[in-house]
């Protein structure tokens, strides 16, 4: 019997730093924003890169976010996004699975990300060695997106056993 793709979801939410370093940037989806207000985060809190690689990994049945990357892992402080999404992508295909795609949605009021799209899906694509897809949304004035408190992100990611 053929092997099913599985499938894997990913969520990831970050608020945004109340006391950031005058030179701190924004890092969304695979890329720098500056002028817009820096995230906090363990790492560079990238939640666009953080949800692809928490879909990833749960996909492959390899955990989430947290019990690969955690704050008990101190090599990960500071990392980038696309870091821990291209080894994400390691260690899914170190389990034996092949990534056939991951999309992204990003839910939040700022940064606006259309004029950035088609570079944040390379970027996060180069990362993954696979096809990333970036959206985004904002929640109407809901929530603690709405209300500017934060960015959330939400990723969907599709592997197939390689065997």
Same mark, same amino acid.
């Given at each position: 019997?053929?092997?099913?793709?599985?499938?894997?979801?990913?969520?990831?939410?970050?608020?945004?730093?109340?006391?950031?370093?005058?030179?701190?940037? #924004?890092?969304? /989806?695979?890329?720098?924003?500056?002028?817009?207000?820096?995230?906090?985060?363990? =790492?560079?809190?990238?939640?666009?890169?953080?949800?692809?690689?928490?879909?990833?990994?749960?996909?492959?049945?390899?955990?989430?976010?947290?019990?690969?990357?955690?704050?008990?892992?101190?090599?990960?402080?500071?990392? =980038?996004?696309?870091?821990? #999404?291209? $080894?994400?992508?390691?260690?899914?295909?170190?389990?034996?699975?092949?990534?056939?795609?991951?999309?992204?949605?990003?839910?939040?009021?700022?940064?606006? #990300? =259309?004029?950035?799209?088609? $570079?944040?899906? /390379?970027?996060? =694509?180069?990362?993954?060695?696979?096809?990333?897809?970036?959206?985004?949304?904002?929640?109407?004035?809901?929530?603690?997106?709405?209300?500017? $408190?934060?960015?959330?992100?939400?990723?969907?990611?599709?592997?197939?056993?390689?065997?």
């Amino acid at each position: 019997m053929t092997a099913l793709p599985r499938t894997g979801l990913g969520v990831d939410v970050h608020a945004y730093d109340p006391d950031p370093a005058p030179d701190a940037v #924004l890092h969304l /989806a695979g890329l720098a924003w500056p002028g817009e207000r820096p995230l906090a985060g363990h =790492s560079d809190a990238d939640v666009a890169a953080h949800a692809a690689a928490d879909a990833l990994l749960s996909a492959a049945a390899l955990g989430d976010l947290g019990s690969n990357f955690g704050t008990a892992e101190p090599q990960w402080k500071g990392a =980038s996004g696309t870091a821990l #999404l291209a $080894e994400a992508a390691r260690r899914v295909r170190a389990a034996g699975f092949e990534i056939g795609n991951v999309a992204v949605q990003v839910i939040g009021n700022r940064p606006r #990300l =259309s004029q950035r799209r088609a $570079e944040a899906e /390379a970027a996060l =694509s180069a990362a993954a060695g696979a096809p990333v897809s970036v959206s985004a949304t904002t929640t109407d004035g809901l929530g603690l997106t709405g209300r500017g $408190e934060g960015i959330a992100a939400v990723a969907t990611a599709l592997v197939a056993s390689v065997d």
